[in-house]
């Protein structure tokens, strides 16, 4: 792959996403801006049946030596299901959320179910999407905190800030913008959230700089994201196509780390749930912590 700016990775990444969720947003539209009864609003079938394959087939001459003959590497079709590693959500927590917000949940994790999250704190979801994880955030700080979801895709803020409107959530705001410079102030947030973005983002460090810019101190990080136990593969490196879908992206769970605690956080942790078949790509769920 020819080297790609930073702001070609987004572009590529936003375009991606934008062209998902369109005939969702479209559906959305469609159906008016006040939230229309019954039909329309009805409550997804309780699981986010969301998927996204990705394969990871290693190709036949990284795996074997092919004058050994064609069977020598058995078995290597791979494809790994990103999403549905396991129910993410509890059925309980997203009976009452439209389709709208379900059917456009890509994460990889639930981040809200990482550690509580208390009344009245206010949660930023970084690569909010269709809104998923800040709808569920906003039910748990009540009305005296405060959700904010932040992306950078028209698409994805457009239909967020729809799917708000259709709940009649009024403690979620959706900000435009890109997590590498977060439109929040300084020192404002109790609790940072985020599922399944923080690989894609072409600057990881200035993710974690930013994180750390706008969390009160003592305030926490509590994300869940793709990363990888072993060598990212050769064969996965620089494809977009797989940077898009989470993997070629992602780092190593150690330097994922690291990178974390050169930002100035403490106590930074992470369990790492591999995927079947997967080569070493693993879901995590990491906890760190601002100083006080
Ligand atoms: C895999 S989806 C996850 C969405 C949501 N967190 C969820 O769990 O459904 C990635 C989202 O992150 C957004 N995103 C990716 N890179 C971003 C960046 N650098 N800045 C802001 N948003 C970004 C995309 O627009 C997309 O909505």
């Given at each position: 792959?020819?080297?790609?700016?930073?702001?070609?990775?987004?572009?590529?990444?936003?375009?991606?996403?934008g062209?998902r969720v369109?005939?969702?947003l479209e559906?959305?539209?469609?159906?008016?801006?006040?939230?229309c009864?019954?039909?329309?609003?009805?409550?997804?079938?309780?699981?986010?049946?969301?998927?996204?394959?990705?394969?990871?087939?290693?190709?036949?001459?990284a795996?074997?030596?092919?004058?050994?003959?064609a069977?020598?590497?058995?078995?290597?079709?791979?494809?790994?299901e990103?999403?549905?590693?396991?129910?993410?959500?509890?059925?309980?927590d997203?009976?009452?959320?439209?389709?709208t917000?379900?059917?456009?949940?890509?994460?990889?994790?639930?981040?809200?179910a990482?550690s509580?999250?208390?009344?009245g704190?206010?949660?930023?979801?970084?690569?909010?999407?269709?809104?998923?994880?800040?709808?569920?955030?906003?039910?748990?700080?009540?009305?005296?905190?405060?959700?904010?979801?932040?992306?950078?895709?028209?698409e994805m803020i457009?239909?967020?800030?729809?799917?708000?409107?259709?709940?009649?959530?009024?403690?979620?705001?959706?900000?435009?913008?890109?997590?590498?410079?977060?439109p929040?102030?300084?020192?404002?947030?109790?609790?940072i959230?985020?599922n399944?973005v923080?690989?894609?983002?072409?600057?990881k460090?200035?993710?974690f700089?930013e994180?750390?810019?706008?969390l009160?101190?003592?305030?926490?990080?509590?994300?869940?994201?793709i990363?990888?136990?072993?060598?990212?593969?050769?064969?996965?490196?620089?494809?977009?196509?797989?940077?898009?879908?989470?993997?070629?992206?992602?780092?190593?769970?150690?330097?994922?780390?690291?990178?974390?605690?050169?930002?100035?956080?403490?106590?930074?942790?992470s369990?790492?749930?591999e995927?079947?078949?997967?080569?070493?790509l693993?879901?995590?769920?990491?906890?760190?912590?601002?100083?006080?």
């Amino acid at each position: 792959m020819t080297e790609r700016t930073a702001e070609e990775v987004r572009e590529f990444v936003s375009r991606s996403y934008g062209a998902r969720v369109r005939p969702v947003l479209e559906q959305v539209e469609a159906e008016g801006a006040v939230c229309c009864g019954p039909d329309c609003c009805a409550p997804a079938s309780n699981t986010v049946e969301t998927l996204q394959l990705i394969d990871l087939t290693p190709a036949a001459d990284a795996c074997c030596d092919t004058s050994a003959g064609a069977d020598c590497c058995g078995d290597t079709s791979s494809e790994v299901e990103i999403v549905n590693i396991a129910r993410l959500y509890q059925e309980t927590d997203i009976s009452d959320l439209p389709s709208t917000v379900t059917d456009v949940a890509f994460g990889c994790g639930n981040p809200t179910a990482i550690s509580a999250l208390q009344p009245g704190e206010v949660v930023l979801d970084l690569g909010s999407g269709g809104g998923i994880d800040c709808f569920l955030a906003a039910k748990m700080v009540g009305p005296e905190g405060k959700a904010i979801g932040v992306d950078m895709t028209d698409e994805m803020i457009a239909l967020a800030r729809k799917n708000a409107d259709k709940i009649g959530a009024t403690n979620v705001e959706f900000r435009k913008g890109e997590i590498e410079t977060l439109p929040v102030d300084d020192a404002s947030v109790d609790v940072i959230i985020s599922n399944c973005v923080i690989n894609l983002s072409p600057d990881k460090s200035r993710v974690f700089r930013e994180a750390f810019r706008v969390l009160k101190p003592g305030g926490r990080l509590q994300v869940s994201d793709i990363v990888w136990t072993q060598d990212v593969p050769e064969d996965v490196k620089g494809d977009m196509e797989k940077w898009a879908g989470c993997i070629a992206g992602a780092l190593l769970e150690r330097d994922y780390l690291a990178g974390i605690t050169a930002a100035g956080f403490h106590d930074v942790t992470s369990v790492a749930s591999e995927y079947p078949k997967g080569r070493g790509l693993a879901s995590a769920a990491v906890v760190a912590f601002k100083p006080r």
